[in-house]
């Protein structure tokens, strides 16, 4: 299941930045339909990682929801992101969390739930 939840996290970035690249060029046709398979990635990566926290993490269940709730933060920080840069607000705060959130989630996973 892990395999699946952090192949579901790579497609969710790719499709993220796919977006912003669409936002850039303008192009909110494509954008729209990029939009609808990421929120459905999003869907994946929760289900994915729900699973994972209910299975595997037994013993370590404060760590592996302190994870859950940064990758959850991670979901909500993309969303402003792309929701602000197609209305052309700024979205430098939230580049910022992002990048400490991305940084956290994976010192959770790899170094401290191992």
């Not at 705060?93 to 959130?101: E, N």
């Given at each position: 299941m892990i395999h699946a939840h952090v192949s579901a996290w790579f497609v969710t970035l790719i499709l993220f930045f796919v977006a912003l690249f669409l936002i850039r060029a303008g192009k909110k046709k494509p954008l729209k339909i990029v939009q609808m398979v990421l929120r459905l990635f999003y869907l994946l990566v929760l289900g994915t990682g729900l699973h994972l926290l209910a299975a595997a993490y037994q013993f370590k269940v404060l760590e592996a929801n302190i994870k859950g709730l940064i990758g959850l933060w991670i979901i909500f920080l993309m969303e402003f992101i792309?929701?602000?840069?197609?209305?052309?607000?700024?979205?430098?705060?939230?580049?910022?969390?992002?990048?400490?959130?991305?940084?956290?989630?994976?010192?959770?996973?790899?170094?401290?739930?191992?």
């Open positions: 792309l929701t602000r840069g197609g209305k052309g607000k700024p979205t430098k705060v939230f580049w910022i969390q992002l990048v400490i959130a991305l940084i956290l989630v994976f010192y959770f996973g790899y170094v401290v739930l191992g």
